[in-house]
C-alpha cells in the first residue's frame, strides 16, 4: 500500500518540496492555513544556492523569467559611499547560476503553478498531532483532522508541530524592527542592489522585475514598539532624511498602504529537525534573519535535499534523519553569522560605525569571493 505524505505550510518551503518530492514519485498533501490565495508580501533576493536548487526541480527558467537578475550587490554608508561590492557575474558563471530578485507572490505564483488539482487545501491551519501506532493524526483550527504516513512540517516561524515537539524552542528579537514596500522603478533605473548602512539604521533597495522596486528600512526599537507600529510614511521620510538620494524621493513616492512592518526575530539554532516520521523544514527548523539573503534560500534547498535523501533510502525515518545531519551545520552556519551581521549592521555609535565601514573597506576581495562561495557550494 502506497504511503501517505503531508505539508504542512504552503510558503515557499511547503511548496518547493511538494515539487520536489513529486519528481521522485511522491504526491504529498499540502495544508495551508490562509483562507485564501492572495499576493501579498514584498520582495525577496534568491541568491545562487537557491537558483541551483530551482536547476535540479527544472523550474529555474520559469523563476528567472518572473524575476530581476541581480548582478551585483553593495554595501554603501549613509551617505552613499560604496562600503563593500559583491559582483556575482564570475561566482555564476564558475556554478552556472545566477541571483535573482523576486516579488514573493510572483514566485508563490511560479509554484502554484506546477500544483496538481486537489493537491492543495486551503483555510488548514494545523494545531498540533497526535500520534497513533504508525499513523499521524494532524488536527486541524476547523475542527477537522488529517492522517498520514509521515509530516512535513513547513508550517513557519512559529510553527505548532515544533512547539508540539521541542516544546523548549525560542524565538528572539533581533533589535531592530523593519519596513517594507515595493514602489515602480521607472525614475530609478536600478540595476543592482544596494544597502545604505547608518547608526542604528539601514535602507535597502532592490529592482524587481516589471519596473518595481524592493526597499526596506530598519531601525533598532524595543520589541512590539507601538510607536514604531504606527509609523507612516512621512514619519520614515524624517527619520531616513540624512540618507544619500534616491532615498528620502524613494520614500516620498511610497503609499502608507504599501507599508508592510514587522520586528526581525529568528529561530534560536535547534539541533533536532527530524522525528522518526516527522520532520522539519524551512523557518519551522531554521528561521533566520534576513541580512544574508538565505532566510528562503535555504528553505528551498532543504526541499531539494529532502526529496534526494528520500529517493535514496527505503526507510524514510531514516532518510529524515540523513536529511537532518546534512542541514544542521549549514543552516546553523547561516543564522549564527545572519545574527552577527545584523549586530554589526545595526550599529549605533558613530565612532564604531566608521571603524567598521574602514574595516569592511579594507576587506581583500578574495575575502568576499570565499564567502560567496561558501554558500554556492551546496551538496544537492
Known sequence: MPENFTIIGGGIAGLTTAIALRQIGIEASVF??????????????????????????????????????????????????VISETHTAAMNQRYNTCSVAIHRAALHEVLLAQMKPGQLFLNKRALGFE?????????????????????????????????????????????????????DNTDLSMEGS??????????????????????????????????MKNFTVKDLYHHFQDFHDPIPSMLLQTRNEALIWNDIIDLKPIDNYAFERIVLIGDAAHATTPNMGQGACQAIEDAVILASEIKLR???????????????????????????????????????????????????????????????????
Open 194 to 227: 544596494t544597502e545604505s548602512w547608518g547608526p542604528g539604521k539601514r535602507f535597502g533597495m532592490v529592482p524587481l522585475a516589471d519596473n518595481k522596486i524592493y526597499w526596506f528600512a530598519c531601525t533598532n526599537a524595543s520589541p512590539q514598539d507601538v510607536r
Open 32 to 81: 495551508e492555513a490562509a483562507p485564501a490565495l492572495h499576493p501579498i508580501g514584498a520582495g525577496l533576493a534568491l541568491a545562487g544556492n537557491a537558483m541551483q536548487a530551482y536547476q535540479h526541480l527544472g523550474i529555474v527558467d520559469a523563476v528567472k523569467n518572473a524575476g530581476f537578475v541581480i548582478p551585483s550587490f553593495a554595501i554603501l554608508d549613509q551617505k552613499g559611499k
Open 314 to 380: 527505503s526507510d524514510i525515518p531514516a532518510a529524515f534523519k540523513s536529511y537532518e545531519e546534512k542541514r544542521v551545520k549549514r543552516t546553523h552556519f547561516i543564522v549564527n553569522n545572519s545574527w552577527s551581521l545584523g549586530k554589526i549592521a545595526q550599529l549605533e555609535n558613530k565612532f564604531l560605525c566608521t571603524l567598521r565601514n574602514f574595516a569592511l573597506r579594507a576587506m581583500p576581495a578574495s575575502l568576499n569571493e570565499r564567502q560567496v562561495k561558501k554558500l554556492y557550494e551546496v551538496d544537492f
Open 131 to 183: 500520534q497513533k501506532n504508525d499513523a499521524i493524526v494532524v488536527q486541524f483550527q476547523d475542527g477537522s483532522t488529517h492522517t498520514t504516513d509521515y509530516l512535513i512540517a513547513a508550517d513557519g516561524i512559529h510553527s505548532q508541530i515544533r512547539q508540539q515537539l521541542l516544546p523548549g524552542a525560542q524565538t528572539r528579537y533581533a533589535g531592530y524592527t523593519c519596513w517594507r514596500a515595493v514602489i
